[in-house]
């Protein structure tokens, strides 16, 4: 994996990859690459499956990335099986 100033990443999950409380780790990546483009579509309380669909969907109209990043799962622990 190479990531240079002109990778585009999406960063798609749950309120973690939101980031809005604690610190923010989609932030903390583009600043460390510094000058990447960075999409953050993270979303409070979303379950891997709803994640998934969103993904499709928002693929389907923006496809230029380089690198999907999809981090979720904490919303799926209370779903009873």
């Known amino acids: 994996m190479s990531i240079n100033s002109k990778s585009k ?3 798609i999950g749950d309120s973690i990859t939101r980031g809005g409380l604690g ?9 460390h690459f510094g000058g990447i483009e960075v999409v953050n ?3 409070d309380g979303e379950s891997m499956n709803v994640i998934a669909k969103r993904l499709v969907k928002h693929l389907q109209k923006h496809n230029d ?7 979720g ?5 209370g779903i009873p099986a």
Do not use: E, T
């Open 65 to 71: 990335y380089d690198y999907v990043v999809s981090a």
């Open 41 to 43: 579509l993270g979303k």
């Open 73 to 77: 799962g904490l919303g799926d622990v």
């Open 23 to 31: 610190v923010n780790f989609v932030k903390k990546i583009q600043q």
């Open 9 to 11: 990443l999406l960063f």
